[in-house]
């Protein structure tokens, strides 16, 4: 079966990168049936989508957040990060990366990790 699990810092200043890293067993990040993707809840709000990256190495992100992430890869690893350059407001958000289907294999998400939280403050 597939796992996803987060990782990286609890705690960030803000101006300043937040860095998460997801490691996939399981199944390969070059696989073209899936995208993997990073997506973020803050408390009381719904989830939004922050970007994802192909099996081909190909990056997507949030119109909205485009000019401050990047997301990477090491197939090596079996990893893929989120970068998030300059992030505001303060507050504790929720992260979470996923897998998401081809849209010739349905186009959903059927696997998540569990979460990891990151608070910005000062």
């Known amino acids: 079966q597939v796992q996803l699990q987060e990782s990286g810092p609890g705690l960030v200043k803000p101006s300043q990168t937040l860095s998460l890293t997801c490691t996939v067993s399981?199944?390969?990040?070059?696989?073209?049936?899936?995208?993997w993707s990073w997506v973020r809840q803050p408390p009381g709000k719904g989830l939004e989508w922050v970007g994802a990256?192909?099996?081909?190495?190909?990056?997507d992100h949030n119109a909205s957040l485009k000019s401050r992430t990047a997301i990477t890869r090491d197939t090596s690893k079996m990893q893929f990060t989120l970068k998030l350059y300059s992030v505001t407001p303060e507050g504790t958000d929720v992260y979470y990366c996923?897998?998401?289907?081809?849209?010739?294999?349905?186009?959903?998400?059927?696997?998540w990790g569990q979460g990891t939280q990151v608070t910005v403050s000062s």
């Open positions: 990256i192909t099996s081909s190495g190909t990056t």
């Open positions: 996923a897998r998401r289907r081809e849209l010739s294999a349905g186009g959903f998400i059927d696997y």
């Open positions: 399981g199944a390969s990040l070059t696989d073209n049936s899936a995208h």
